[in-house]
């Protein structure tokens, strides 16, 4: 469980980073403008993560994931993506997530004061799991983003260093006028690319796209808000009418939930 509950946090934690990690993950070179819009981005997602108090008090954001890769399993077999995404986050660590498309559907709800827990919902089978979040943990990842790393320059330098990255100029996308920036891996051995949309001004991300050999795909954000005002009830899982599982049995229905999707998509019709 600790294992689980430690994943999870990390992967909720970070969410609110993604567009930022996958234009970190692929960046570099051509373009001093793209490499400073990035930068904006990645300064006002860190202090969601941050503990002392900052501009950033919480985040809404509803968006769709749509793509397709090899899964490693039976020898490679492949996977389509469309699911869409609706997440709600609140300092110090309120998060909802829910997530529906080909794949199932799923809400994860992580709050509490003094102890700390994370619900997993399904409601294709009304099951749920509730375990607890390592507290410590969460306050360990708030104080090293409080903490000035004298190294951070040099680092990013050696980032951008490694990546290249170039800047096409504004265009419309569905969130409105938004920066163009390419991405990919300097080092030739290092297969995949990237198109990122910035939103003028805001400093948010509005489209990402990715394509590799493996796996290919969009993340589209249709609605993204700084300082939103969430209802402490959204912290609160409703689990009415569901049946509570173990940890283990909640793994084995999520591995089931992909098989039956991959199985599906695999098929002929």
Avoid: C
Avoid at 103 to 114: I, W
Avoid at 202 to 216: F, G, L, M, T
Avoid at 250 to 255: F, K, R, S, V
């Amino acid at each position: 469980m600790k294992k689980l509950a430690k994943n999870l946090l990390t992967t909720l934690l970070v969410f609110a980073l993604t567009a930022f990690l996958i234009s970190a993950v692929y960046s570099q070179e051509s373009s001093d403008k793209a490499k400073q819009i990035l930068e904006k981005v990645a300064k006002k997602y860190t202090d969601m993560i941050k503990k002392s108090s900052g501009d950033m008090k919480s985040f809404a954001a509803k968006l769709s994931i749509k793509g397709g890769g090899q899964i490693p399993m039976g020898g490679g077999m492949p996977l389509g993506v469309d699911i869409a995404i609706e997440i709600y986050v609140a300092k110090p660590h309120n998060l909802y997530l829910d997530l529906s498309g080909n794949l199932g559907n799923a809400t994860v709800v992580v709050g509490g004061k003094e102890e700390v827990t994370a619900t997993i919902m399904l409601s294709g089978t009304k099951q749920f799991a509730t375990m607890a979040v390592p507290i410590e943990a969460i306050k360990k990842i708030q104080e090293e983003a409080d903490e000035e790393d004298p190294e951070r320059p040099e680092k990013m330098e050696e980032l951008w260093e490694a990546l290249i990255l170039g800047y096409e100029g504004t265009e419309n996308v569905k969130a409105g006028k938004a920066h163009k920036i390419t991405v990919k891996f300097r080092d030739p051995a290092e297969e995949g690319s990237a198109i990122i949309h910035i939103l003028d001004g805001k400093w948010d991300p509005a489209r990402i796209e990715i394509v590799s050999e493996k796996a290919n795909g969009i993340i589209e954000f249709d609605m993204l808000e700084i300082n939103a005002k969430i209802s402490d009830d959204k912290f609160v899982p409703n689990t009415a009418g569901y049946t509570p599982i173990s940890e283990k049995d909640l793994q084995t229905a999520l591995m089931m939930l992909l098989m039956t999707a991959m199985m599906q998509q695999n098929t002929p019709q």
